[in-house]
């Protein structure tokens, strides 16, 4: 299935991994709880600009998809959306991974996303380790 990897978003929105809409999405970059930020395909020039120099900025992924913000909100149960961050490295990097296959911009930040995702498996890891010592 092609847009297998809106199950997952809506799978992140459901666990509560997911910043929806420009505001949101500007607080979860600011706040550096974003990792990977996605615009549909049919927002304005503008908000695609505004939110590329946000993520560049901040060393967040930006991946443009080719749903419009209809099709990204339906499938999220919302409104008509224009951007969504996804606020946990494993979720982003399994989404992204997804969304590879048929994305350049997604494939492009697919190892990126792979190192940070497994950086921050290590360190849970040693926190875990950590915690079983005392």
Do not use: H, W
Request: with cysteine; charged share 30%.
């Amino acid at each position: 299935m092609e847009n297998s990897y809106l199950g997952l978003l809506g799978l992140a929105r459901r666990a509560g991994l997911l910043s929806l809409g420009d505001e949101s999405v500007r607080s979860a970059v600011s706040a550096k709880t974003a990792k990977v930020l996605f615009v549909a395909s049919d927002a304005s020039e503008r908000t695609k600009e505004t939110f590329e120099f946000i993520a560049e900025s901040a060393d967040v992924l930006y991946i443009v998809v080719s749903e419009t913000r209809e099709e990204l909100g339906n499938a999220l149960g919302k409104r008509p959306l224009s951007t969504v961050a996804v606020c946990d490295v494993g979720i982003a990097a399994a989404i992204t991974k997804k969304l590879a296959a048929t994305n350049e911009q997604a494939a492009e930040c697919l190892p990126l996303l792979a190192k940070k995702a497994e950086k921050s498996a290590a360190r849970r890891r040693a926190s875990r380790a950590k915690k079983a010592k005392k």
